[in-house]
């Protein structure tokens, strides 16, 4: 598995997913919210305003949307009932499976959006870092000083507006319109000969524009709603809203010129005379032909007519509440994930198997406890009728578990659960992190004493050592490797095998053709105990093709399955466990099928 696989498995990417889900109906409320206060708001200002606050909570929709998801996730992964979807009944024969793989759920592939979203924002982010650059460029390329008379009349106009940032007034062989660019050190860019080509009074007004652009730190502002269109950039209200701005901050420009000289008409006219020079404006710069001039100029000549909300953004946004409630239905109502593969280690309980119990609490029997309930408590368990009985039952078992009984904490529950968090965390690769057989390690017997982990070598693998485990020894080392390099490490050496603690399954392996492979298993030896075989065969690069389990009851002399397995070289993993009397077998053999 690449690492792009492994990360989309996390947390992280789920959450992200999710979030460009919900996003979508929160940013078309906040589309529809900015529509409204549009038809109502007369002043450029407010609307203004409203459209620099409508990006605003666009850009902490998203984020509150993202913690609040990572955290469900985080605590989805832990969560000690309910948390975790239902496992459908093992009918033995990996029936259930087949269903599972065959059906197609829209929630499992959410996480993919979160990839294709970052490389979305990395883009416009570069494209936004790539129009500064090029603003920087356009003033330090081809320009040279203004005359003293107009830089002092420049100063003039400023000590008008009563700003008192010191600005610098360029003439430009590249600028096609007058520009403001810089925030800290601002600088006005004429193109050359337009500062001798107009009337002073047209050059005064389009200078108070630029300068009007400084005072109300537009450039800083432009610079931020640039961010926040790269990080919701596939969402059509954000173009919007950001196209409102652009068009009422140039409004509330020319109403400040306007207001400092008293004259819309001669304004209209710099206007019309700067259209001739009009071109193609860097994004991260500033001009005074910005936005509609048209719409400018009739605003600045006649009464407005009132504010005329265009229903686009309100048909779009109508458009994406439906889509994204449409998505929430379809999650309420999305199929549970696939049930958890077998795995071999000597706390190896018996499979997920149909209980009376309602979905919930085989949840809890069959994955949150999976590794430390005993087999008379599962079968105790399987017992009870009525939810009071396992809800009480539940309670129970942690109770037991206590190491302080009589406080308000359960610091062994408390540990359990974060073990599953931890492992879900770091470990999931083609199975959630708590079903892969680092994570049956990690949450049967904690945090090893000692890792020494190698994931650069040829082969990687890690080696986990426990100064001691209760009932198997002292000293134990569990191997994991990673032949394929897909970062699912197995599990090469069982804590019991270490021990010494396993005998030899006899297990057997017989081509019957077509593909067709017969797997025994004596179990003669074992009386009228009941014994759980558990077995997978893997492909010699690891990868799992086929698990079961059964649950047996002696006395019986062999134990039979049959595999369809292409042509290829396989390997045969069978764990044998007698529970009554506490003894275990284990098999590992590699065969070919021709």
């Known amino acids: 598995m690449s690492l792009l696989e492994t990360w989309v498995r996390t947390p992280t990417a789920a959450a992200l997913g999710w979030t460009l889900v919900h996003s979508l109906w929160e940013g078309a409320l906040v589309a529809l919210a900015l529509a409204g206060a549009l038809c109502i708001l007369r002043s450029g200002r407010a609307r203004y305003a409203a459209g620099c606050f409508a990006m605003l909570a666009l850009l902490a929709c998203f984020g509150i949307t993202f913690q609040h998801v990572l955290l469900q996730q985080r605590i989805q992964s832990a969560a000690p009932l309910r948390a975790i979807p239902a496992a459908p009944p093992d009918l033995g024969d990996g029936s259930s499976v087949a269903r599972f793989q065959a059906g197609f759920n829209a929630v499992d592939y959410l996480p993919w959006l979160a990839p294709f979203w970052i490389a979305g924002v990395v883009f416009f982010q570069l494209r936004g ?52 660019i810089g925030y800290m050190r601002p600088a ?95 994004e991260a710069v500033l001009a005074a032909t910005g936005g509609s001039l048209v719409k400018r100029v009739r605003r600045l000549l006649v009464q407005p007519e009132g504010p005329r909300a265009t229903l686009a953004p309100v048909v779009s946004a109508a458009i994406l509440t439906i889509t994204a409630a449409a998505a929430l239905a379809a999650w309420q109502s999305s199929p549970p994930s696939r049930p958890p593969a077998p795995l071999l280690a000597q706390e190896r309980k018996q499979g997920p198997e149909p209980v009376p119990q309602t979905t919930p609490y085989r949840q809890w029997l069959n994955e949150d406890v999976a590794y430390i309930i005993t087999d008379a408590e599962r079968a105790a368990f399987k017992s009870l009728r009525s939810d009071v009985e396992c809800e009480r039952f539940i309670e129970q078992f942690w109770l037991r578990r206590d190491p302080t009984p009589g406080t308000p904490q359960n610091e ?87 021990s010494g603690a396993t005998a030899k399954a006899g297990a057997t392996v017989q081509r019957l053709g077509n593909g067709a492979t017969l797997i025994s298993i004596p179990l003669t030896a074992y009386g009228d105990h009941r014994v759980n075989v558990a077995a997978r065969v893997l492909t010699i690069a690891w990868r799992i093709v086929e698990t079961y389990e059964d649950s047996i009851q002696g006395p019986a002399s062999v134990y039979t399955k049959i595999v369809a397995l292409p042509a290829g070289t396989y390997r045969l993993e069978v764990v044998v466990n007698d529970i009554a009397a506490g003894k275990r077998a284990s098999d590992d053999i590699v065969f070919e099928v021709k």
């Not at 460029?137 to 107009?150: E, K, M, N, Y």
């Not at 400092?260 to 304004?267: F, L, M, N, S």
């Open 188 to 282: 006005i860019l004429m193109p050359v000969g337009l500062l001798a080509g107009l009337p002073a009074g047209q050059v005064e007004s389009i200078l108070l524009h630029e300068l009007a652009h400084i005072r109300r730190h537009d450039y800083l502002v432009n610079l931020l709603q640039i961010f926040v269109e790269g990080l919701v950039f596939y969402h059509p209200a954000v173009w919007w809203i950001s196209g409102v701005i652009r068009a009422e901050r140039e409004n509330c420009c020319d109403d400040r010129v306007v207001a400092a000289q008293g004259d819309a008409v001669a304004y209209a006219a710099a206007l019309l005379a700067l259209e001739q020079n009009r071109g193609a404006v860097r």
């Open 412 to 498: 062994f529950k408390e540990e359990h659960y974060r073990r599953i968090a931890y492992a879900n965390e770091h470990f999931a690769a083609n199975l959630p992190g708590w079903k892969t057989d680092r994570g049956r390690i990690y949450i049967t017997y904690g945090p090893p004493d000692e890792k020494d982990s190698h994931p650069k070598d040829a082969v990687p693998y890690e080696q986990w050592r426990y100064r001691y485990i209760e009932g198997i020894g002292t000293d134990i080392v569990v191997e994991f490797v990673d032949p394929g390099k897909s970062g699912e490490y197995r599990m090469s050496a069982d804590p019991s095998v270490a």
């Open 129 to 180: 870092v790539a129009s500064c650059l090029a603003a920087r460029r356009l003033r330090a390329t081809g320009v040279c000083a203004s005359t003293v008379f107009w830089q002092t009349r420049l100063d003039r106009l400023a000590v008008q507006l009563r700003l008192s940032t010191p600005v610098t007034l360029l003439e430009s062989c590249l600028a096609e319109v007058p520009v403001v």
